[in-house]
């Protein structure tokens, strides 16, 4: 029997190495999304053994542009350190990565800490500065193939984030144009309301997730929202923007 702390030195490893592993749900059918968020904890933990330092949290199949693309019906979370922050407008290192993706977010600062059942009004006091930002998604398991317990136990693909800069919360994020482009081609067009109707329920999702976890969303922590789009696969080359109606824009470039 492969225990826990096993299988998370074996996702950790993955992504720290960037070699493909194949899915846990293969050889383990019973493994369930308890195990997966055990696992998820102990390879996180992981890091911050390593000195990465925790801030805070991402949302993850939060659209149903995502759940389609990956076949799964139920909102994940996953959690964030400092090595993921890739710069604004700077480069990406394409062999740092298994097969990595990108998908235009919204990133809420949290102000006040948040935890439990909130209301989406509560949720929003809580918030001290919203930006556009993007994640890089990164499935550790070959072909970007994986049951929902696989993904969870790989820290909901979290691999790297770029965040733009913040305004104040009192811009009304509900229904904001975004466009993805690559090398100044449109690959992805949506709307942030693609989030669950409004990036809000993420944020409340994620308070309520978290919770069950014994953890709370602290001051300066920094919460994705969720991809807004079906994610984009990263190619060496490709100069990748993302703009957000009104709140603004992001990029990366891809070297290899
Ligand atoms: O929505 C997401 O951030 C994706 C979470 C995991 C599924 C995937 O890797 O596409
Ligand atoms: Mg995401």
New binding site residues.
């Given amino acids: 029997m492969t225990s826990l702390t096993e299988l998370a030195t074996l996702v950790d490893d993955a992504a720290r190495y960037a070699k493909a592993i194949p899915q846990i749900t293969n050889d383990l059918p019973d493994f369930g999304i308890d195990d997966a968020y055990a696992v998820q904890a102990l390879s996180v933990r992981r890091r911050l053994e390593r000195g990465e330092k925790r801030i805070g949290v991402?949302?993850?199949?939060?659209s149903r542009a995502?759940m389609i693309?990956?076949g799964v019906d139920e909102v994940?979370w996953?959690r964030l350190t400092d090595a993921m922050i890739l710069e604004e407008g700077g480069e990406l290192s394409r062999n740092r990565y298994v097969h990595p993706?990108v998908?235009p977010e919204v990133a809420f600062l949290i102000g006040k800490p948040l935890a439990g059942t909130v209301t989406a009004l509560e949720a929003m006091a809580a918030v001290a500065g919203v930006a556009p930002a993007m994640?890089i998604?990164d499935?550790r398991y070959e072909a970007?193939r994986f049951a929902l317990p696989d993904?969870i136990a790989d820290n909901?693909?979290?691999s790297g984030l770029v965040i733009g800069g913040f305004v104040s919360p009192s811009v009304d994020i509900g229904n904001l144009g975004t466009v993805l482009s690559a090398n100044g081609a449109v690959r992805q067009i949506g709307s942030t309301a693609a989030l669950l109707g409004h990036p809000v329920r993420s944020l409340v999702a994620a308070a309520r997730m978290v919770a069950q976890w014994g953890e709370t969303l602290r001051p300066g922590d920094i919460v994705?929202a969720?991809?807004i789009t079906a994610?984009h696969p990263l190619t060496v080359g490709e100069h990748i923007r993302t703009e957000i109606e009104g709140l603004g824009r992001v990029a990366i470039t891809v070297k290899d």
């Fill in positions: 991402k949302m993850g199949l939060t995502k693309q990956v994940i996953g993706r998908e994640e998604i499935s970007f993904v909901s693909s979290s994705m969720g991809g994610a």
